[in-house]
């Protein structure tokens, strides 16, 4: 009688040897899909941040380049922190160049792009960039800080709807009660307000918030609630600060407006806490304003 023929060969008879050289091939192909799916990425962001007609595609490129920390991303980053005309594209570059470079890329544009251009030969060929000088704090400003603000506001007549908007005006009056001028710039800091966006603006994440410094952000309440009651959604709108001089003994006022498209029963306008750095001649520090209040009780015309 003949013998049976031996089993063919499954995966219960392979050589462990055989085994372990699959596994071991089919992690290289998948690291080397990954490397290649990464760098066409990268280019494809690098297009976009180049070229895209949409600043929230530019801006969502930026943050993909500095979450990769591709160096060979960095020049096009420079480009777009000094001409992009969008503040959040910028915003997003800077952050972006931190990333890869390691250094803070502080709001000092000039020293940190000086800096960028006599190290980027070295960079691109994998070495490190020497430490980016951080700028001294200020010398604290003697006490009281001489500064006083005043927040007014005024709507339009009538009655607001999405074809008839109604406009509002919100005013922050800043007056220097001291003996020299006034001089509200920019603080040195190492966090910015880097976003991921969606369709139309929206924004999906904040990556990495600003501290509100020499920046003031003004909130409209429409229908501000009783006990118990519910408010619609507030209407936000910042303006920076930075530049802004006051002569000693005078004032200066910062107007923001706001377009209403739906009837309020009472209106209420505020300053939401902030902070400023302050410099008067030699001397520099922050003060706090805020919160500031008005509120108009009665309802549109």
Same mark, same amino acid.
């Given at each position: 009688?003949?013998?049976?023929?031996?089993?063919?060969?499954? #995966? /219960?008879?392979?050589? %462990?040897?055989?085994?372990?050289?699959?596994?071991? @091939?089919?992690?290289?192909? &998948? !690291? *080397?899909?990954?490397?290649?799916?990464?760098?066409?990425?990268?280019?494809?962001?690098?297009?976009?941040?180049?070229?895209?007609?949409?600043?929230?595609?530019?801006?969502?490129?930026?943050?993909?380049?500095?979450?990769?920390?591709?160096?060979?991303?960095?020049?096009?980053?420079?480009?777009?922190?000094?001409?992009?005309?969008?503040?959040?594209?910028?915003?997003?570059?800077?952050?972006?160049?931190?990333?890869?470079?390691?250094?803070?890329?502080?709001?000092?544009?000039?020293?940190?792009?000086?800096?960028?251009?006599?190290?980027?030969?070295?960079?691109?060929?994998?070495?490190?960039?020497?430490?980016?000088?951080? #700028? /001294?704090?200020?010398? %604290?400003?003697?006490?009281?800080?001489?500064?006083? @603000?005043?927040?007014?506001? &005024? !709507? *339009?007549?009538?009655?607001?709807?999405?074809?008839?908007?109604?406009?509002?005006?919100?005013?922050?009056?800043?007056?220097?009660?001291?003996?020299?001028?006034?001089?509200?710039?920019?603080?040195?800091?190492?966090?910015?307000?880097?976003?991921?966006?969606?369709?139309?603006?929206?924004?999906?994440?904040?990556?990495?918030?600003?501290?509100?410094?020499?920046?003031?952000?003004?909130?409209?309440?429409?229908?501000?609630?009783?006990?118990?009651?519910?408010?619609?959604?507030?209407?936000?709108?910042?303006?920076?600060?930075?530049?802004?001089?006051?002569?000693?003994?005078?004032?200066?006022?910062?107007?923001?407006?706001?377009?209403?498209?739906?009837?309020?029963?009472?209106?209420?306008?505020?300053?939401?806490?902030?902070?400023?750095?302050?410099? *008067?001649?030699?001397?520099?520090?922050?003060?706090?304003?805020?919160?500031?209040?008005?509120?108009?009780?009665?309802?549109?015309?």
């Amino acid at each position: 009688m003949a013998s049976a023929p031996p089993p063919a060969a499954g #995966p /219960a008879h392979r050589d %462990p040897r055989t085994l372990l050289a699959l596994a071991v @091939a089919v992690v290289a192909l &998948a !690291a *080397a899909a990954i490397i290649w799916y990464g760098r066409a990425g990268s280019a494809r962001d690098l297009a976009l941040l180049r070229a895209a007609p949409a600043w929230e595609e530019r801006v969502n490129a930026a943050l993909r380049l500095g979450r990769a920390r591709r160096r060979d991303a960095a020049p096009a980053l420079v480009a777009a922190l000094l001409g992009d005309p969008s503040q959040r594209v910028r915003a997003n570059a800077r952050w972006a160049l931190r990333e890869i470079t390691g250094q803070p890329w502080g709001l000092d544009e000039a020293a940190c792009v000086a800096w960028w251009e006599r190290g980027e030969r070295e960079f691109a060929r994998g070495a490190e960039l020497p430490e980016l000088g951080r #700028p /001294a704090p200020p010398a %604290p400003l003697p006490r009281p800080v001489p500064l006083e @603000a005043r927040l007014e506001f &005024a !709507a *339009a007549p009538g009655t607001p709807d999405r074809d008839h908007p109604v406009r509002l005006t919100v005013t922050l009056q800043l007056k220097n009660v001291g003996a020299a001028p006034l001089r509200v710039e920019t603080l040195p800091v190492e966090s910015y307000d880097v976003v991921e966006v969606g369709a139309g603006g929206a924004i999906i994440t904040v990556v990495e918030p600003t501290p509100p410094l020499s920046f003031v952000e003004v909130e409209v309440e429409l229908n501000p609630p009783a006990a118990g009651g519910v408010t619609a959604t507030p209407l936000r709108q910042g303006l920076s600060l930075a530049g802004t001089e006051i002569p000693a003994g005078g004032q200066t006022a910062i107007e923001l407006e706001f377009l209403l498209t739906r009837p309020a029963t009472a209106l209420r306008a505020h300053v939401l806490p902030t902070r400023l750095l302050v410099r *008067a001649g030699e001397t520099a520090g922050t003060v706090g304003i805020g919160p500031l209040a008005a509120r108009d009780a009665s309802p549109s015309k």
